[in-house]
C-alpha cells in the first residue's frame, strides 16, 4: 500500500456527497437513528437495581478515639464499604469524591468521642457519590442500624449510661451530584453512550461491507481513491448523525427527565466527539474483518453486550468482580460514562476528565492503525 | 525500457490466494490500437489477471509494464490511465445515472464534472433519465452505463471483463460496434469473453485454463496451431452415430451443431483410420472441413484438463 500519495480533498469531498445521498434514499436506516434513542430513553427510563458491597470509601478523621476506630470497623465489616484512604484534610476527600476514586467519605469531627461521651449527641458526616443511586443505595441503609449497634459495644463499663440512650449519635448523609437519588439523572446521560456504541459501530460496520457485499467496492478500489480518502470520507456523515442523537438524548434529559447539567456543554461536545471517532474507528475496522453485512452485524453486537454490561451502564462498575471491571476498563464506554456523569452531574472540568479521556484517546487509535493495515486496497 | 508500441507487456506473472495458484507465469502483450480478445472456462485465472493488469492486485512475481508504467511500482498511475469494467455491474443501485457518473468523475479527479457527465450523458442517450436509480435499468443500459462510466476518465487502455454477459444481441452486437469505433481512434482493449462470435471481432486472443496461457494470436493462428483435423457429418440417427464415434480411439471431439456433426481429432491420420470403417458402414454423407475456433477452445480446454487433473 503506498501511502505517500497526497490525501485528494476533492476526492474526499465525493465521497461524503456520495455518502450522504445514500444515506438520504434509505429510509429505514434514517427512522433507525431518529426512532432508536428514543425507544431506548422510554424503556431505560426505568431503571436496574442492583446490591454492590466493597464500595471505596475515604475517612477524614480528626479524631482517632477507639470508638471513631471501631465505628469504621464496623462500617468495613458490613461489606459494603472498603476504606482505601486516609485523607488529611477536607479539600483532599473532596477531590477523590470529585474524581470519582471514592464513593464515600466519612468526616470524623475533632471532639466526636469527647461529645459522645458527654451524651452530647454528636453528628458524623457521610459524603456520598449518589451519581449512580443504585450503586450507593443499600450501603446507605445498613448504615444507620449499624452506627448505633458498634458504639453500643465499646459504650461498657464506666460508659455503660449512654449505652441505653437511642442514638448516641447523629449520622448525617449527604447525597452528592444527585440528592435525591433519582435513577434517570445516571440511566439517560449512560443512555447517551450506549446508543453512540451501537448505532456508530453498526452504521460504519454497514457501510464498508456493504460495498463488497454488492461488488461496488471493486470498483471503488479501481479508482485512484486513497484508503485514506475512503475510510474518513465514509465516517463524516456519521458524525453528523452521531451529534444529531445526542442532541435529542441531551434535550430528553433535560425537559423530560429534568437532569441537571452542572458542567460545559462544550465540553461535553467535545468528549462526544471524541467518543464517536472511537466507535467510528471500530465500526472501519470491523468492516474491513467482515466479510458481509451479517458478519459485521454479528460483530457488533459481540462488542456491544460487554459494553452494555461491564461498563457500569446496567449494573454499578464497583459491584463487579475484578476481572470485569478490568475488562470493562479496556471499553470506551465505561470512560464515556464516568465523563459524562462527571461533566453532567458534578461539573467536572477539563482537569478533571482527563483520566478518562486518554483510555479512549488510546483506544481509537489502536482500533484505527488495525484497520488501515487490514483496508483491503487490492480485492483479495 | 518499455516499449511504446505495447499498451500492455508482462512477463510471468503469478498470483496464488492461499494454496490456490491462480494464474500461473503469465505473459501477454497488447499493441496499442488493438482489441484483443481473452478467453478461457470460467475460474481460469482470467478475472484476476485483468484485476494484477489495472493495479487492483498485486502480482506475487513477474515484472512488466501497462501503458509504459510498472505493474508493480506504479498500481496509482496506471488506475488513472486505465478503464476498468468489473464483470458484475458494479455502479451503485442507489444513485441515480448522474450522480453515478459524477461520483466516479470526482474519484478521477476530472475538472469539467458537469460537462464531462452531460457529455457522457448525451452520448449515452440518457440525458432524460439521467435522474433515474441505476438498480432500475435493464440490463443492456446497466451495461452501457457501465461502459460509459469507465471511459469517463478518457482512459488509453479499457479492461473489460465479460461485458456482454446477459446482453441481448442487438445490444451486444452495438457494444462492439463501439468497440471497434474506440479501438479506430487508438484505443486499446483488453476483453474478455466466453462468446465465439465475439473472440472472432478480436484483432487478437489468448486463451487461458487453470491460470496458464495456453495460446495466443490471432484467430487463424489459434486453430491453425492446435493442428486439429475436423469432419462434418449429416445425415439422420445423428446421436446414435454421435455416440459409436466418441467411443473411438482416435476421436477427440463430436460436436453436434444443429443437423450436423463435427468430428475432430488431433492426429488427423489416426482420426481418418478410425472414422473409415464407420463411413463405409453407415449411410452418413461425411465431408472434411476446416476446424473452427470453438473446435479449437474444446480442444486446448480438454488438453488443458488432461494435463492438471492428473
Not at chain 1, 122 to 149: I, K, V, Y
Not at chain 1, 178 to 191: A, K, R
Not at chain 2, 41 to 60: A, E, F, H, W, Y
Not at chain 2, 278 to 303: C, G, K, Y
Request: charged share 20%.
Amino acid at each position: 500500500m503506498n501511502m505517500g500519495d497526497r490525501f485528494s480533498f476533492s476526492r474526499w469531498w465525493g465521497i461524503v456527497v456520495k455518502e450522504f445521498i445514500q444515506l438520504k434514499r434509505d429510509r429505514l436506516t434514517f427512522a433507525m437513528i431518529v426512532g432508536f434513542p428514543i425507544i431506548q430513553l422510554v424503556l431505560f427510563g426505568f431503571a436496574i437495581n442492583s446490591d454492590p458491597r466493597h464500595l471505596p470509601t475515604a475517612v477524614l478523621a480528626a479524631d482517632n478515639s477507639p470508638i471513631a476506630r471501631s465505628l469504621v470497623r464496623a462500617m468495613e465489616n458490613s461489606d459494603y464499604f472498603r476504606v482505601v484512604r486516609q485523607v488529611e484534610s477536607e479539600a483532599e476527600a473532596d477531590r477523590l469524591l470529585t474524581l470519582g476514586e471514592v464513593q464515600f467519605v466519612l468526616t470524623i469531627p475533632e471532639d466526636f468521642s469527647r461529645k459522645l461521651m458527654r451524651g452530647e449527641h454528636p453528628a458524623l458526616l457521610l459524603e456520598a457519590d449518589a451519581t449512580d443511586p443504585s450503586a450507593t443505595g443499600n450501603a446507605l441503609s445498613t448504615l444507620s442500624g449499624l452506627g448505633a449497634a458498634s458504639v453500643a459495644r465499646e459504650l461498657g463499663g464506666s460508659l455503660a449510661y449512654l449505652a441505653g440512650k437511642p442514638d448516641p449519635f447523629e449520622l448525617r448523609v449527604h447525597r452528592r451530584y444527585n440528592p435525591e437519588g433519582i435513577t434517570q439523572y445516571n440511566v439517560v446521560p449512560g443512555l447517551m453512550g450506549v446508543i453512540l456504541t451501537m448505532t456508530m459501530v453498526l452504521m460504519t460496520g454497514l457501510a464498508m461491507t456493504r460495498e463488497r457485499e454488492r461488488g461496488t467496492m471493486e470498483n471503488l478500489l479501481a479508482t485512484p481513491a486513497r484508503p485514506m480518502e475512503v475510510m474518513t470520507g465514509k465516517i463524516v456523515p456519521y458524525i453528523l448523525i452521531g451529534l444529531i442523537q445526542v442532541s435529542l438524548i441531551l434535550a430528553a434529559a433535560r425537559f423530560l427527565f429534568a437532569v441537571p447539567m452542572q458542567g460545559s456543554i462544550l465540553l461535553l461536545y467535545a468528549t462526544v466527539l471524541l467518543f464517536i471517532a472511537a466507535n467510528l474507528m471500530l465500526g472501519m475496522t470491523f468492516s474491513t474483518i467482515a466479510r458481509n453485512q451479517l458478519q459485521a452485524m454479528q460483530m457488533t453486537f459481540f462488542f456491544f453486550l460487554p459494553s452494555m454490561l461491564l461498563s457500569g451502564f446496567m449494573f454499578p462498575f464497583r459491584g463487579m468482580p475484578d476481572w470485569a471491571q478490568a475488562v470493562g476498563n479496556l471499553l470506551p464506554l465505561t470512560h464515556f460514562l464516568r465523563l459524562v456523569r462527571g461533566i453532567l452531574l458534578k461539573g467536572n472540568g477539563l482537569l478533571e476528565i482527563l483520566p478518562h479521556v486518554w483510555p479512549i484517546v488510546l483506544f481509537a487509535l489502536v482500533v484505527m492503525s488495525v484497520g488501515l493495515k487490514l483496508y483491503r486496497k487490492t480485492v483479495d | 525500457m518499455p516499449d511504446e508500441n505495447y499498451a500492455i507487456d508482462v512477463r510471468g506473472l503469478n498470483k496464488h490466494f492461499g494454496r490456490h495458484h491462480v494464474v500461473r507465469d503469465l505473459a501477454l502483450q497488447v499493441r496499442r490500437g488493438e482489441i484483443f480478445g481473452f478467453l478461457g472456462p470460467n475460474g481460469s485465472g482470467k478475472t484476476t489477471s485483468i484485476r494484477m493488469l489495472c493495479g487492483l492486485l498485486v502480482p506475487d512475481s513477474g515484472s512488466g509494464t501497462c501503458l509504459g508504467l510498472d505493474v508493480i511500482r506504479q498500481p496509482q498511475e496506471i488506475k488513472r490511465r486505465v478503464g476498468y469494467m468489473t464483470q458484475r455491474f458494479s455502479l451503485w443501485e442507489d444513485l441515480t445515472i448522474q450522480e453515478n457518473l459524477e461520483f466516479i468523475a470526482r474519484m478521477y479527479g476530472m475538472k469539467n464534472i458537469k460537462t464531462a457527465v452531460a457529455a457522457s450523458l448525451s452520448r449515452l442517450g440518457l440525458s432524460d433519465r439521467r435522474k433515474q436509480l441505476a438498480g432500475q435499468l435493464s440490463g443492456g443500459w446497466k451495461q452501457r452505463l457501465a461502459l460509459a462510466s469507465c471511459m469517463l476518465h478518457e482512459p488509453e487502455l479499457l479492461l473489460l471483463d465479460e461485458p456482454t454477459a446477459g446482453v441481448d444481441p442487438k445490444a451486444r452486437r452495438d457494444f462492439w460496434d463501439q468497440i471497434h469505433g474506440l479501438a479506430a481512434s487508438g484505443m486499446s482493449v483488453l476483453v474478455s469473453t466466453h462468446y465465439m462470435d465475439e473472440a472472432e471481432r478480436c484483432h487478437k486472443l489468448a486463451y487461458i485454463a487453470w491460470g496458464k496461457l495456453l495460446a495466443t494470436g490471432t484467430a487463424a493462428e489459434v486453430v491453425a496451431g492446435c493442428g486439429l483435423t475436423a469432419w462434418e457429418v449429416s445425415g439422420s440417427r445423428l446421436s446414435e452415430l454421435a455416440a459409436q464415434l466418441r467411443s473411438l480411439a482416435g476421436v477427440d471431439q463430436v460436436t453436434a451443431f444443429g443437423n450436423v456433426l463435427h468430428v475432430v481429432g488431433r492426429d488427423g491420420q489416426k482420426l481418418f483410420e478410425a472414422i473409415t470403417p464407420v463411413q463405409e458402414s453407415t449411410p452418413h454423407r461425411w465431408q472434411p472441413i476446416e476446424p473452427s475456433l470453438e473446435d479449437a477452445f474444446i480442444s486446448l480446454m480438454a488438453s488443458a484438463d488432461q494435463v492438471f487433473e492428473t
